[in-house]
T-cell receptor, first 115, second 112 residues
Framework: EAGVTQFPSHSVIEKGQTVTLRCDPI?????LYWYRRVMGKEIKFLLH????????ESGMPNNRFLAERTGGTYSTLKVRPAELEDSGVYFC?????????????FGPGTRLTVL | AQSVAQPEDQVNVAEGNPLTVKCTYS??????LFWYVQYPNRGLQFLLK??????LVKGSYGFEAEFNKSQTSFHLKKPSALVSDSALYFC??????????FGDGTTLTVKP
């Protein structure tokens, strides 16, 4: 069974440009989470989808970030326009059910560098 | 708000020696605690979790963690370290809805 996949693995863009990150969860997983690790610090929660609905987007840093999950399958995270402080590793995770008891499977991450 | 602290950025041990990676937490209700490992160019891999029950939790690759409620700690341990255990380790606390709060991570280096 394929795990969580993320594309691209690396992205280098200039300040002011737009970047779109993609996450494909494990098939059948309704719950999809986005996290990011900036400046080698802690991994921070960004948002949580249940199917195509945003369950919790309290971690989204500002309106330059837009996440979508049309159809409840893969998700995209768009940053527009990108700023230097957006550099970091963006992780996606999925789980079958919501809640603290259910294992979240993480993707390998997308390393974003904004120059 | 919940929080996690990993006080050590780096832990260095010799192969064959016991290892400990420290984690303390702060939550308002019952703690749901997790350890993950990240190898280079790989995603986070689940190691073990504490939800309820025995304070000593056993996980993957010979790792275990001890939940200590009075000290609000959940330290990761292994009796005999391997060079292949060298990686980045994250402690996390999870809310009931599934949102996780992570520590800064600890880089473990096991030298032959």
């Amino acid at each position: 069974e394929a795990g969580v996949t993320q594309f691209p693995s690396h992205s280098v863009i200039e300040k002011g440009q737009t970047v779109t990150l993609r996450c494909d969860p494990i098939s059948g997983h309704d719950n999809l989470y986005w996290y990011r690790r900036v400046m080698g610090k802690e991994i921070k929660f960004l948002l949580h989808f249940v199917k195509e609905s945003k369950q919790d987007e309290s971690g989204m840093p500002n309106n330059r970030f837009l996440a979508e999950r049309t159809g409840g399958t893969y998700s995209t995270l768009k940053v527009r326009p990108a700023e230097l402080e957006d550099s970091g590793v963006y992780f996606c995770a999925s789980s079958f059910r919501r809640g603290h008891l259910n294992e979240q499977f993480f993707g390998p991450g997308t390393r974003l560098t904004v120059l | 708000a919940q929080s996690v602290a990993q006080p050590e950025d780096q832990v260095n041990v010799a192969e064959g020696n016991p290892l400990t990676v420290k984690c303390t937490y702060s939550v308002s209700g019952n703690p749901y605690l997790f350890w993950y490992v990240q190898y280079p160019n790989r995603g986070l891999q689940f190691l073990l979790k504490y939800i309820t029950g025995d304070n000593l939790v056993k996980g993957s690759y010979g790792f275990e963690a001890e939940f200590n409620k009075s000290q609000t700690s959940f330290h990761l341990k292994k009796p005999s370290a391997l060079v292949s255990d060298s990686a980045l380790y994250f402690c996390a606390v999870r809310e009931r809805a599934g949102k996780s709060t992570f520590g800064d991570g600890t880089t473990l280096t096991v030298k032959p």
